[in-house]
Nanobody, 120 residues
Framework: QVQLVESGGGLVQAGGSLRLSCAAS????????MGWYRQAPGKERELVAT???????NYADSVKGRFTISRDNAKNTIYLQMNSLKPEDTAVYYC??????????????WGQGTQVTVSS
């Protein structure tokens, strides 16, 4: 099996910063694209940022210039540096990974989520 474990969420004032981490473990051969998604109360889950194994990145327009996604392939870990946080960034943030397992099966996995709350 594959596990994604997120950490780094919390409560921060508007304008502040947080850094999220997501570590993948288990029977993994390779990890393709990894990313962060978020879901605010009453809203659908939305993409925040993704990063390929080669380092190519993609961001939602709402976070461009404020958030930075990075990756450590040796540790199967991604990070999300969030600066200039706004109250509208408040959500549960989920890690996602496109994984090829030892069994050669390729599947998509989600973490359990970490709460980010930005106070005004």
């Amino acid at each position: 099996q594959v596990q994604l474990v997120e950490s780094g969420g919390g409560l921060v004032q508007a304008g502040g910063s947080l850094r999220l981490s997501c570590a993948a473990s288990g029977s993994i051969i390779s990890i393709n694209t990894m990313g962060w998604y978020r879901q605010a109360p009453g809203k659908e889950r939305e993409l925040v940022a993704t990063i390929t194994s080669g380092g190519g990145t993609n961001y939602a327009d709402s976070v461009k210039g404020r958030f930075t996604i990075s990756r450590d392939n040796a540790k199967n870990t991604i990070y999300l540096q969030m600066n200039s946080l706004k109250p509208e960034d408040t959500a549960v943030y989920y890690c996602n990974a496109d994984v090829t397992r030892l069994s050669r099966v390729r599947a998509n996995y989600w973490g359990q989520g970490t709460q980010v709350t930005v106070s005004s």
